[in-house]
C-alpha cells in the first residue's frame, strides 16, 4: 500500500480529512498556516475554522515539529484540515500518517492474535 493510500485509510478510519488547496480554506473546520511576526519571524498558526481570534498562547507556534502532535490530535478528533501545501510537504505528514497507519495496523493483527490465542 502506497503513502497515499494509507494516508486516505487512516484519515477516512477517523472521519477527518486534509486540504491543501488555498481554495479549500473554507471547508476545513480546522487550519494551520504560517505567519509573520512583526519583526520578521516565521510562526505557525494551528486554530479552529470559526474562531476569527488568534491566541498567542494556545494557537501559535513558534517550531513546525510542534505541529505534528496537533495534526495527530485534530485527526482524531474527526476535524477537516486545511494545512497550506508547502507547510504539508515541509512537515512530511504523508509520511507521519502512513507511519501511523502502519502502527495502527500492527495494533489491529496483535489485537487480533491475542483474540484467536485466548
Known amino acids: ?12 478510519e477517523y472521519g477527518s480529512e486534509i486540504l491543501t488547496s488555498y481554495s479549500d480554506q473554507d471547508k476545513a473546520s480546522f487550519e494551520i498556516y504560517r505567519e509573520n511576526t ?4 516565521e510562526v505557525f498558526v494551528a486554530k479552529y475554522s470559526g474562531n476569527n481570534s488568534v491566541y498567542i498562547s494556545d494557537d501559535v507556534h513558534y517550531y ?9 490530535e485534530t485527526i482524531h478528533n474527526g476535524e477537516s484540515i486545511y494545512i497550506d501545501e508547502d507547510l504539508f510537504d515541509d512537515l512530511y505528514i504523508e509520511d507521519t500518517i502512513a507511519d501511523m497507519y502502519d502502527k495502527w495496523q500492527q495494533e489491529l493483527e496483535e489485537n487480533e492474535r491475542k483474540r484467536i490465542d485466548d
Open 64 to 72: 513546525e515539529n510542534d505541529l505534528e502532535q496537533v495534526i495527530i
Open 1 to 12: 500500500m502506497n503513502k497515499e493510500d494509507k494516508l486516505k485509510a487512516y484519515l477516512d
Open 38 to 41: 512583526a519583526d520578521g519571524y
